[in-house]
């Protein structure tokens, strides 16, 4: 069966992992008190969000996010979490936001005086900053007695990410992104990097793979993940490492190999230089025993 479990990280702000690794869809049914705001983000796989007794649904694809937020009635979590499908859910009282956020009401649409008693329905992307602490809150190794802060730290992260203004104000009416196109062909390219990561094509390559020019593949990457294609890459690269050095089945040169270093010493540099220690100390540090 999948598993859920449950984090207080305070009163009125809970955080949920969802983890689905078997072959079978996982249900879970759960009450939401009214005046409760709902942050849903996909991690892998699919899940559907449930409602009015199945008369209404929801989908929350990988790299998705859900926010939902009915101050009239009460929005119960019926999800259905396919096969394969992480989620987390992050379930925060409007009181305690509003707290957080009270100088950015205005910047904060359904916060605003406006909307303050209106339902409130947002899907967005998330972003490469968000989904490095996604993942972290599925892979971590600290004593069940911090575990706790831990957990509360991340959870103010994430709400900071997501409401994170980054555009770039020169390029707010930048007419690249209203072309839907252009943004699956910016995905694909994504997928490309990541696919081959140990040998990633070079940027004209991949422009011409995906059918851009050079410059809106530079322009568009930076708008739609917030870093350069190989900003992106580096830091995907260095998160895929760490999991793999999670996972005990590899040692240092073997995870600097899976990811395209031919030398131990390049591989340890860079890892030194994203999470300032180098991967023998890390293992140590989640492995004493190491």
């Given amino acids: 069966m999948g598993s859920q479990e449950e984090i207080k990280i305070e009163e009125d702000f809970i955080l949920i992992r969802f983890q689905n690794d078997t072959n079978e869809v996982f249900r879970v049914e759960r009450p939401i008190n009214q005046g409760l705001i709902q942050f849903h983000f996909g991690i892998k796989g699919k899940a559907k969000f449930i409602f009015n007794q199945g008369n209404y649904a929801l989908d929350l694809k990988e790299e998705k996010s859900l926010l939902l937020y009915n101050p009239q009635k009460e929005l119960p979590l019926n999800l259905e979490l396919a096969p394969n499908s992480w989620v987390i859910s992050v379930i925060i009282s409007i009181k305690k936001f509003h707290a957080l956020f009270s100088s950015e009401a205005d910047y904060i649409t359904f916060l605003s005086e406006d909307n303050k008693d209106k339902k409130y329905y947002n899907e ?16 971590f190794n600290l004593h069940p007695s911090i575990k706790n802060l831990y957990y509360k730290g991340k959870g103010y992260e994430l709400l900071s990410l997501y409401f994170n203004r980054t555009e770039d104000p020169n390029a707010e009416q930048c ?50 993940y917030g870093d350069t294609v190989y900003g992106f890459l580096f830091d995907y690269k260095m998160d895929f490492a ?49």
């Fill in 124 to 139: 967005g992307n998330i972003n490469p900053s968000m989904a490095i602490v996604l993942s972290q809150l599925f892979h």
């Fill in 175 to 224: 007419p690249f992104l209203i072309d839907e196109d252009n943004v699956l062909k910016i995905r694909k390219a994504k997928d490309i990097v990541i696919a081959n990561m140990a040998e990633p094509p070079g940027l004209q390559e991949l422009a011409d793979q995906v059918g851009l020019n050079l410059k809106k593949l530079k322009m568009g990457f930076k708008q739609i």
């Fill in 242 to 290: 760490r999991k793999l050095l999670d996972s005990g089945s590899y040692n240092v040169n073997e995870v600097g190999l899976k990811i395209g270093y031919s030398t131990g010493s390049h591989f340890i540099a860079a890892f030194k230089k994203k999470y300032a220690t180098t991967p023998k100390k890390y293992l140590m540090s989640i492995n004493p025993n190491t």
